[in-house]
C-alpha cells in the first residue's frame, strides 16, 4: 500500500499557497520553491483544481491560489485530490467462489472481513479529516512564513 | 493506493484455518475451497509463515495450520504479513529543497504533515489490531463453520 509520491507534494504545495492567501502562483514558482519537476507538479496542481482545493487563473498575473478558506481545507481533501478515494482493500466475494462458497442468501451482508477493513480505512480518512490547512499553517513560525512569502511573492511593478 | 488482491486471500485463509484449529490443510485444498490459483495461493501462505501467523508441515499428511492461538493473530497481523508494514506515506524531507529550503536547525523535528500522515495510519494500523481473528470466528454461524470444516478437513483412512 503505497500514496504516490505526489501525495507530498500537493500537501506541500496547498501549505504554501495558505501562506500567501491572496497571491496568484504560477506552476513554475512553485516548483522552484520546492525544488521539484514544474511539468510534473503542474498536473498534481490540475488534480487539486479538479478537487476544488485550488483555483487557477491565467494570463501574466495568473498562477494558482486556495479555492476556498484553509479553514475548510483537510489534508483528506488534498491526499484525495491526487490519489482518489477509493478504499485500499477491494473485496471479491471470495465467500461465495470455490468448494466452500457460502449461498447467496448467507451475504446479504458485506463480509466481515471487508467490514473491518473499511472501518479501518474509515479511522485514516478520518484522522486526516480531522486536520485542516489553517491549523498547520497556524503553528508555522513567523520566520517560516516570511521565508514562504518571499520566495512565492513576486515582487511589484 | 491499494493493497494487493492476495490481502482478500490472506485474511480469507487465516480466517479458515482458524475454524480448523487442528489440522494442517494444504495449499491446493485452500485453493479450491476458495476457487483461487493454488500457485499464486501458495506464495501468500509461506509469507504468512514467514510473518509466523501460520506455520507449515511438509509430507502426506502436511499442510498449513495457524501458528499461534487465534486470539493472539490480529487482522493487522495478516495484512501486514502480505503488504508489509511501511507507511504508505514517505517523507522525502522537501522542506529541505529548493528556493524555500528550511535550514537544517529548522528541521530536527519530522516535517509536520508527515507527522499527520503518520497519525492516520497509526489509526489504520490501530483499528487493524483491535481485531483478532477468534472474534471473527465466533461470530460464523454453525453452518457456515460446518461448511468450511467438510470442505477443509480430509476424509480419515
Keep these: 500500500m503505497k500514496l504516490p509520491e505526489s501525495t507530498e507534494w500537493a ?5 504554501a499557497l495558505a501562506q500567501v492567501p491572496r497571491e496568484a502562483v ?3 514558482r512553485l516548483a522552484e520553491h ?3 519537476p514544474s511539468p510534473y507538479l503542474s498536473k498534481q496542481l490540475a488534480l487539486l483544481v479538479r478537487a476544488g482545493v485550488l483555483s487557477a487563473s ?3 498575473r495568473g498562477g494558482f491560489r486556495l479555492a476556498r478558506p ?8 488534498v491526499v484525495e485530490a491526487v490519489d482518489g478515494s ?3 482493500y477491494t473485496c471479491h466475494e471470495i465467500r461465495q467462489q470455490g468448494r466452500g462458497a457460502a449461498p447467496l442468501e448467507e451475504c446479504v451482508e458485506p463480509c466481515l472481513l471487508a467490514q473491518k477493513m473499511r ?12 486536520v485542516v490547512v489553517s491549523e498547520l499553517v497556524g503553528s ?3 520566520e517560516v512564513v516570511a521565508r514562504t512569502r518571499a520566495s512565492l511573492i513576486r515582487a511589484a511593478g
Tied chains: 1, 2.
Design 70 to 77: 484553509a479553514s475548510s481545507i483537510t489534508l483528506l481533501d
Design 58 to 60: 491565467t494570463g501574466p
Design 140 to 142: 508555522l513560525s513567523e
Design 86 to 88: 477509493a478504499d485500499p
Design 11 to 15: 500537501l506541500h504545495s496547498v501549505t
Design 119 to 130: 472501518k479501518a480505512h474509515l479511522a485514516w480518512q478520518g484522522s486526516l479529516r480531522a
Design 34 to 36: 520546492f525544488g521539484l
Design 26 to 28: 504560477s506552476a513554475r
